[in-house]
Nanobody, 126 residues
Framework: QVQLVESGGGSVQAGGSLRLSCVAS????????MGWFRQAPGKEREGVAA???????NYADSVKGRFTISHDNAKNTLILEMNSLKPEDTAMYYC????????????????????WGQGTQVTVSS
């Protein structure tokens, strides 16, 4: 059973930056895709960014140009660099994975993922 553990959340002012990490344990396959999702109070969980094991990425329009997703295969770690943060980015951020799995474009829909972390809170103040 794959386990995902997020870290790096916190409170920042608008315009600031944060770096989220997700460590995946018990990963036995080289083909996978992983993503970051977020859920604000009273709203549905939404896809933010995703990446396939061989490199292709996908971003929600709301974060394009501000967020960057990457992965360190040697450390089984998924990274989300968040810059120019806005108050509307405030949410619980979740890491998710489909292992094994592959698609030419990593999906941002929740039903494409099997494993989920517990989440890390990001709060952006104006």
């Amino acid at each position: 059973q794959v386990q995902l553990v997020e870290s790096g959340g916190g409170s920042v002012q608008a315009g600031g930056s944060l770096r989220l990490s997700c460590v995946a344990s018990r990963v036995r396959y080289h083909n996978y895709y992983m993503g970051w999702f977020r859920q604000a109070p009273g709203k549905e969980r939404e896809g933010v960014a995703a990446i396939v094991s061989d490199g292709p990425t996908n971003y929600a329009d709301s974060v394009k140009g501000r967020f960057t997703i990457s992965h360190d295969n040697a450390k089984n770690t998924l990274i989300l660099e968040m810059n120019s943060l806005k108050p509307e980015d405030t949410a619980m951020y979740y890491c998710a994975a489909r292992i094994p799995g592959w698609l030419p474009v990593p999906p941002l829909s929740l039903d494409k993922y099997d494993y989920w972390g517990q989440g890390t809170q990001v709060t952006v103040s104006s």
